[in-house]
């Protein structure tokens, strides 16, 4: 038996920043991290691997922080916890006993079953196994059509990567647009121009209805019976949190299979703690379950987690998840934070929405200079943002980073207006159409405009 003071199962975004917390917030206490594989990926690097990067090596997490930290790092994999004796056991036999344990054990792909062909050769999913991944790098080299089963964030930064390579590449998604669930449709519209411009074939509101083949695969069949020619399939439909080993020691799980957690990440068991794709995630505006599964929101729950681990020292816990995405899609960065306006309809919230398209230098002739186009929704009555849309540069992620932040702290469209904004030509949007002030503007401008119309009437009515 080996004594730790904190114990982490899982090695990824979640568990390391959770370490290094933990070692700032608590000085010398003992802490050994459990992960299953030698060496960690960057997961939203993934896609990559397949592109820019060339190979899994280059997407690989050194153990440099964690070893500054004086974390212990234990390759084996947590077999069994035992609340009661507070210890976990491991598969190569050793057992740990804990004063405290986080885990952070993340997802895992779903795999479509109930589509006949999945198990044959050359249909792959999107595991973070290094080894796994360098196989399917290898198998591509000989193989020219693909085909994604998904058009979410990770299905189109997959296609647009192996795209580039040269390889013909279809997406069948079955909902309306690739990315539906983070933008509205005047910003899907332009994604997936982009995509059909660079040669990816979309098939929106498409069902799979079977892979075809002899022992590996030769094409995939939709619904109309079509089969679209394909020599490896790439299933990229979710994922799914990995919490058996938790729900085997009693803690209990929500609907998704994901822990339930209070606000400052514990679990039913007051000395567990659960954070990233394994912990259930609360909408910030709504407090219902949602499937949102992002590295930056496991970082944030992390750090709850090592703050507060042995006592409730973090002054502001965990009111919720925004949904910051973001990605880069043929030179154009698309980003999001909070509900979309659709969403925000079948919530029932009555909304106003401001919009502004402007340079991100001024003059806009300045070399390098993109459109930033963005879109900010506002709750009609209070005022206060619910989401917002960006496409454009480089600048388009650290826009919504901007205003994740103002969602968080509640601000609305008229404090939006007058914020006060570091401008110069060479790096950002004129101060006159800065684009975060000119979209509340419009917003307002707009919401006035109808206000004024319904007062016409009243008075013409009356």
Sequence with gaps: MKNTDLLIIGGSAGGMLAASTARLAYGDVDITMIRETKEVLVPCGIPYIFGDLGSTDKDVVPDTNMNKAGVHIIVDKAVEIDRHKKTVKLKKGDEYHYKKLIIATGSYPVIPTFIPGYDLDNVFAIIKDKKYLDDVIEKMKTLNNLVVIGGGFIGVEFSEQIRKSGKNVTIVEMTDTCVGNAFDKEFTDVLENSLKENGIDIRTRTKVTRIVGEGKVEGVEIEDGEIIPADMVIMSIGVKPNSELGKKAGLEV????????????????????????????????????????????????????GCNVFQLRLVRANKGTISSFATKVFGKTYAAAGLTENSTDDEGFI?????????????????????????????????????????????????????????????????LNTFQVATHPLVSAAPTSYPINAAALNALSTNCKHLNEELANKAWDN
């Design 254 to 305: 929500n609907e998704k299979g994901a822990f339930k957690v209070d606000q400052y990440t514990r679990t039913n068991d007051p000395d567990i703690f659960a954070v990233g794709d394994c912990a259930e995630k609360k909408c910030f505006f709504t407090g219902k379950d949602i499937p949102v599964l992002l590295a930056s929101t496991a970082a944030m729950e992390a750090k709850i987690a």
């Design 351 to 415: 909304t106003m929405v401001g919009r502004c398209e402007t340079p991100d230098h001024h003059p806009g002739s300045l070399e390098g200079t993109s459109m930033i186009k963005i879109k900010i929704v506002f709750s009609r009555c209070s005022g206060i943002i619910l989401g917002a849309q960006v496409i454009g540069g480089d600048s388009a992620c650290e826009i919504i980073n901007v205003i994740s932040v103002a969602i968080q702290k509640g601000m609305t469209a008229t404090e």
